[in-house]
């Protein structure tokens, strides 16, 4: 997100109490003077953890700007948080859905210690520390600066990977943000997509053929449409066609 934005995000959270005058002054700091560390603020009205200059941005991304439009999630419905990261949408959608049940998978060790910490408000929120994709099998995730750039690759820390469908979760709707991961997920989730059709909202952008790959991926499950929006990334939202 842009460093100006967050800045500017940062004293509104320090006006309404989220974070202390000390925390909006190290925001305002250039990038590589900023401690990197886990740091604690507030997310409706609960502790939340997590690098406090990436929680300035995410949640105005994810909240404020509404990124992946959680008012399309109904009334009791399952969700599937795939990236959970910090969980902030998980988080989001347990505040605003409280009938709703989300599932958050996050397979970085340190930042699913975060995401336990996080969510142990919400009993709604049901937490995994491995990584969804194509197959039940092992694999490693590759650590970057910025928690949310971490990718599954070759080289990194040992870990699990299981599919939806191995999992069999009757999922209402589907938020994938994983770096590139998103087409795997889909071939691990055909059974489950073409028996529950759930909304899907996944990110566009990590591979360079994913605007045109991912759509045609998921039309060959089972017939969707998918609009590309540009809230605060490139996003598709995909809503099963009416049969």
Known sequence: MNSIKV???????????????????????PNFMRPNKIDKTFLFGKPFVGNLAEVIGLRTQIIKSNQYHQELIKEKDIVVDAGANWGIFSVFVAVKHPDATIYAFEPTPSTFSALKENTKYYPNI????YGLGEKEKSASIVLKPDSGGNYIGEGGIPIEIKSID?????????KMDVEGYEANILKGATEVIKREKPIIVM??????NDKTYLPELLNGIT?????????SEEDFICKPKAS
């Not at 509104?12 to 000390?22: A, E, M, N, Q, V």
């Not at 049901?126 to 520390?129: L, T």
């Not at 017939?223 to 809230?231: M, Q, V």
Request: overall charge positive; charged content about 20%.
């Open 7 to 29: 800045r500017v995000q940062a004293w509104k959270y320090f006006l309404i109490g989220d974070i202390t005058f000390f925390q909006a002054l190290i925001i305002m700091m």
């Open 126 to 129: 049901k937490i995994f520390s």
């Open 166 to 174: 191995s999992l069999n979760i009757p999922m209402n709707f589907l």
């Open 203 to 208: 990110s566009a952008y990590h591979k360079p």
């Open 223 to 231: 017939p969707y449409d998918c609009e590309l929006r540009h809230d």
